[in-house]
């Protein structure tokens, strides 16, 4: 993975709103499908709902550990988790674990971490998260609109 060097200054403040947006659109649509969906795939080649909920929680540990400086703490592969309630709370568990990361001063934005064996920015690492996230919710909104559901970013008041 290259090392993408975000303007010098770069702000994890200025990033903070599009996590929490995306946050807030994964969460109210993992929510929102019925469990009998969970199960739901496409095609028979990709994800089903519920395993891409469960990946989105993987993901917050794997890219908000090295901001935090540490290494994750998540030891359970929540692909394979399939109850609704269960992936519900380990989505807003790995969450509540990453909002820790975009409380990282901004002083410390440009700072290098390891990421996927290479060195990133703390700044870059948190906008991939962003876009990994927003990777994904495109993927939930395919799936909510194939079972005729409005997804949470197009409900009126979002």
Known sequence: ????????????????????????WITKAAQQMD?????????????????IIGHLANS??????????????????????TAKADLIKALNDAFAYCDAAFQTPDSKAMDQVDFFGS???????????????????????TYMRLKGMVPPSSQRGM
């Open 1 to 24: 993975m290259p090392s993408v060097a975000l303007a010098q200054g770069g702000s994890i403040t200025a990033i903070k709103p599009l996590y929490e947006q995306s946050k807030g």
């Open 60 to 81: 917050q540990y794997e890219f908000c550990a090295p901001v935090k400086g540490e290494a994750s703490p998540n030891k359970t592969d929540f692909e394979k988790t």
């Open 35 to 51: 469990e009998s969906n969970y199960s739901f795939k496409p095609t028979p080649e990709v994800r089903s709902f519920g395993q």
């Open 119 to 141: 060195k990133s920015s703390r700044l870059y690492v948190l906008a991939y998260e962003v876009a990994h996230n927003n990777e994904h919710y495109g993927n939930i909104v």
